[in-house]
Every structure is written in C-alpha cells, then in structure tokens.
C-alpha cells in the first residue's frame, strides 16, 4: 500500500511521467499503470485443490483417528495411509494425503511441530528504537523536489517521529536523532538501523 500511494503522489501530485517513477522505483511501466488505477494493494489467495481427496476424506480421517491410540511404533506413515487408500479406489497424489495428515496432526489440542520456532515481539518501554529514510516528493515555492525523510518509531508503544532533510548525509542523520531524542524525550538503549551507510565510515576486510 505504500508503494501505491507513492507512485501516485509523484505521478498525480508531482507531475512525473510513468517513465520515470516506473525508473526510480526500480518498476515496470505496466505495474505503474496499475497501481495509478487502485488504491488497494493485490491481495493474492490460493484456494486448496482436493477434488480427488475429498470422497476419501472420511475415511482417512477415521484411519488417523483411530491410529492415534495407538502406540506410535504401530501408527501409519502418511505414504502407508497413502497405499491403503489407493487400495480403496484413490487416484489422486501422494502430496495431497501428506498435506493432510499435516494438518489433521497439527489441528489436535497438545500437538507441537518441532520445526516450529516463535519468538515474542515484546520490548520493554525505552529499549529499541527503529530508524530509516525514505524518498518524497514536496512541492516548494511551486517547484517539485526530492526530500529525505527521516522515520523514528519506538517499538514499545509505536511512538512515532518525522522530519525532513533535503539531503541524506551524515550530518543531517546526526541531527535527526539530536531531534528525535528530544522530542521523546530521551534515547532508547538501542536503536535498529537497515543498512544505513551514511552512518558507516569504512568497511575493512
């Protein structure tokens, strides 16, 4: 969504042509075409395909249920359930019953997938602090020009805080956060950068 809304400040608000958004944002002219003519982003769903699965879908639960009270030496393998319902009448696919099984296992109460990992989001107040630039285009003594926007947001109560440079250079991301801080009213103990190289004096090997 904030890739449409920029476009079309620059396209509609900016005057620039197709050609050059479509440069500066590194897009193609058709895909700038299309978003001048939304202001919703593409929502892309895949509905789940089991025409051949769904007559044996009754069965196969029934086989799962009942192999799980059983010791788990003695329960079938998603490729054996695969076999014994191909033995029924099953045409479809392997990948198919596998998915299945996933899911059916994965749906019971007190299931853990091993291969599962999250990690809370939470941050204590005062801890991190997320900055970053971005491009814009303002209209200035009715000339269009090109600004960098500084972006500060605390991740604990998604405080926010922007201000606008002409440029982006070292001095000016120093007075950012000289800014920032003391509109917060204090810095953070960390604060998450996103590969900012205006803060970056040399890379040595």
Not at 122 to 128: T, V
Request: proline letters at 5%; charged letters at 25%.
């Amino acid at each position: 969504m904030e890739t449409i809304g920029k476009i079309r400040r620059r396209h509609l608000v900016g005057n620039e042509s197709i050609s050059a958004v479509a440069r500066s944002l590194n897009l193609s002219r058709n895909t700038v075409k299309k978003y001048l003519k939304t202001t919703t982003a593409p929502q892309y769903q895949r509905q789940p395909r089991r025409p051949r699965l769904g007559a044996f879908m009754d069965t196969l639960n029934a086989w799962l249920e009942h192999d799980s009270h059983l010791p788990k030496a003695q329960r079938r393998t998603a490729r054996r359930l695969f076999e014994c319902l191909q033995a029924e009448g099953y045409r479809g696919a392997y990948d198919s019953i596998q998915r299945h099984v996933k899911a059916w296992k994965a749906s019971k109460p007190g299931t853990l997938t091993p291969k599962q990992a999250f990690v809370p989001l939470l941050f204590a107040p005062g801890e991190i602090c997320q900055f970053d630039w971005s491009y814009e285009q303002v209209v200035l003594g009715g000339i269009t020009q090109t600004i960098k926007l500084a972006h500060f947001r605390l991740a604990y109560s998604r405080q926010p805080f922007v201000i606008a440079y002409p440029r982006e250079t070292q001095e000016m991301v120093l007075d950012a956060h000289v800014q920032a801080f003391a509109f917060l009213g204090g810095a953070p103990r960390k604060v998450i950068y996103d590969n900012l190289k205006t803060v970056v004096d040399a890379i040595f090997t």
